[in-house]
C-alpha cells in the first residue's frame, strides 16, 4: 500500500511539472505569435498608406527567406531597386489622386452661395462682420481659429487650447496672409486654403498630407501693431 501510494505521489507531482512544461511553452507560444502579429501590424500600417497591392503568398516568401537566410528570387540589391521603384510609382498615383480631389472639392466649394474666391484661388466666407480695421502688410495680429483637413479633421484650434495666437504676417502660409488681410477687427471668416497657397505637393509631417486644401475658422481678435491698412483688398 505504502508503495502505492509513493508511486502515485511520484505521479503526481511528474504529472505537475509536465503540466507547468506545457503550460509554459504554450506562454512561450503564445508571446511569439503575438509579437509576430504586432510586427504584421505595424508593418501593415506603414505599407498600407503607399496605396500598394501586395500578393501574401509571395510577400510570405520573401519575408521567410531574408530572415532564415536563404536565397530568394532577387538578391537584396535587385529587391531594393524594385522596392524603391514601386515606391515612387505609388507616390506619384497617389499624388495625383490627391490633386485631383483637390481640384474637385476647390470647384465644388467655390460656387456654393456665400463663397468668394480671390484672384490667387483663396476662397473665403464672411460669417460675421466687426467692422474694425484691417491689418496691412507685415502687421502683428492675435486670432482665434480652427484648422480642418476637407475630411473634417482638425489639425489645430486656439480655442480647444483656449489660448489665442498671435504672429506676424509675414511668418505664414501665404493662404493667411491674403486672407486675414481681407479681414477687419471682430471678423469672423472661414478660409478655404488651397494646397498651393499653405503646404503644396510637400505636405506637412504627418498631419498635413501632400495637396491638402486647409479650412480654418478664424476670428481676428486685435491688431497689435501699427500697420494699418483699411482701403486694402483684394
Not at 509554459?24 to 502579429?37: F, I, P, V
Not at 465644388?108 to 467692422?131: A, H, P
Amino acid at each position: 500500500m505504502k508503495r502505492i501510494t509513493a508511486a502515485l505521489c511520484l505521479f503526481a507531482a511528474a504529472f505537475s511539472l509536465y503540466g507547468k512544461a506545457v503550460a509554459e511553452d504554450a506562454a512561450r507560444l503564445d508571446e511569439k505569435q503575438n509579437t509576430s502579429y504586432a510586427f504584421g501590424l505595424v508593418l501593415g500600417s506603414d505599407l498600407k498608406q503607399t496605396g500598394l497591392e501586395f500578393d501574401y503568398t509571395a510577400f510570405t516568401e520573401g519575408f521567410r527567406a531574408s530572415v532564415e537566410g536563404r536565397g530568394g528570387r532577387y538578391s537584396l540589391d535587385e529587391a531594393v531597386e524594385l522596392v524603391q521603384t514601386a515606391f515612387r510609382e505609388a507616390m506619384a498615383a497617389q499624388a495625383e489622386r490627391s490633386r485631383a480631389k483637390e481640384v474637385q472639392y476647390l470647384a465644388e466649394n467655390g460656387v456654393r452661395e456665400g463663397v468668394i474666391t480671390t484672384g490667387s484661388g483663396l476662397q473665403y466666407e464672411v460669417i460675421d462682420s466687426g467692422g474694425g480695421k484691417k491689418p496691412g502688410k507685415g502687421a502683428i495680429v492675435r486670432v482665434n481659429y480652427e484648422g480642418t483637413l476637407t475630411d473634417g479633421t482638425v489639425f489645430d484650434s486656439t480655442w480647444e487650447r483656449n489660448e489665442a495666437a498671435e504672429f506676424p504676417l509675414d511668418r505664414v502660409i501665404p493662404g493667411w496672409d491674403e486672407g486675414i488681410r481681407l479681414m477687419g477687427v471682430g471678423d469672423h471668416f472661414i478660409f478655404y486654403i488651397p494646397s498651393g497657397l499653405a503646404y503644396g505637393e510637400q505636405g506637412a509631417g504627418e498631419v498635413i498630407p501632400p495637396f491638402s486644401t486647409l479650412i480654418f475658422k478664424v476670428e481676428l481678435l486685435e491688431i497689435l501693431d501699427s500697420a494699418i491698412d483699411e482701403a486694402w483688398d483684394e
